[in-house]
């Protein structure tokens, strides 16, 4: 079950975190991967640990914010069948905090970003015969999150664009679903307490871990495989939706 042989699958985001975790588990069911990443350097750190497990994947460079490099890598790339919308970045603060510098910076790379690579893929999957599309929301999406004003802005975008993408090509054979999740441990994660909380390293991860109600933050694996299983061709009769996963953060915070 959830193989992806003779799949073709598109990752945005494949460097680190959770979008590497996709790429090396899609790539472990058999499907060729490519990498749109800004970090080469992550992007080739993950080509390598999939090629060192006898996978096969390919990197590219990209700013998923400037619409032309996005379409020159996918007409590069020219027929694949998933696309995993991971791409994104984080921003702490409120609406009369947030400066327009970084509002913007957000939007351009969630919002405008995801768009980018949805304006590019379509056309391809049409082509195609159809295809898979999973876009990466957040729970900051669907419940109010403390200081996360902009961030919550574009994750939200996501969520509404992934409904009207499914609504839209339901003709062609394009299936589109979101994910949303809480807190993951990453290295993203890390380097957030660390920069914020110097020495208090241990105290802070714990507090952000008991925020979700199973008492931990989830992990890369867990999320990627929820991913594989919407992406697979198990999952044919799923679209349109968002599938938290969250440890319970949505329902059971009280």
């Given at each position: 079950m959830f193989s992806l042989q003779n799949k073709t699958a598109v990752v945005t985001g494949g460097g680190?975190?959770?979008?590497?975790?996709v790429a090396i588990m899609f790539a472990a069911q058999g499907a060729t991967v490519h990498i749109v990443e800004l970090?080469?350097?992550?992007?080739?750190?993950?080509?390598?640990?999939?090629?060192s497990a006898n996978g096969n994947?390919?990197?590219?460079?990209?700013?998923?914010?400037?619409?032309?490099?996005?379409?020159?890598?996918?007409?590069q790339i020219n027929s694949f069948d998933i696309l995993v919308n991971c791409a994104g970045i984080?921003?702490?603060?409120?609406?009369?905090?947030?400066?327009e510098e970084d509002f913007e910076r957000v939007y351009?790379?969630?919002?405008?970003g995801a768009y980018n690579c949805l304006h590019a893929a379509i056309p391809i999957l049409k082509q195609k015969g159809g295809g898979a599309i999973l876009n990466v929301a957040s729970v900051a999406a669907l419940v109010g999150i403390d200081e996360r004003f902009a961030y919550s802005m574009s994750k939200g975008a996501v969520f509404a664009m992934t409904l009207s993408v499914a609504k839209d090509y339901l003709k062609?054979?394009?299936?589109?679903n979101s994910i949303s999740p809480a807190r993951v441990h990453t290295p993203f994660v890390d380097g957030f307490i660390a920069k914020n909380y110097p020495g208090k390293e241990k105290e802070i991860f714990e507090k952000l871990s008991k925020t979700q109600p199973v008492?931990?933050?989830?992990?890369?694996?867990?999320?990627?495989?929820?991913?594989l299983y919407l992406c697979s061709d198990e999952a044919g009769f799923i679209t349109g939706n968002d599938y938290p996963i969250d440890g319970g953060f949505v329902k059971l915070n009280n």
């Open positions: 680190s975190g959770i979008g590497k975790a970090n080469k350097t992550g992007a080739d750190e993950t080509v390598a640990a999939i090629l994947a390919h990197a590219h460079s990209c700013n998923i914010s400037d619409q032309q490099q996005v379409k020159d890598i996918f007409t984080a921003h702490v603060g409120k609406a009369d905090t947030t400066s351009n790379v969630n919002v405008k062609d054979n394009i299936r589109c008492g931990r933050m989830g992990t890369v694996e867990e999320v990627a495989a929820l991913a």
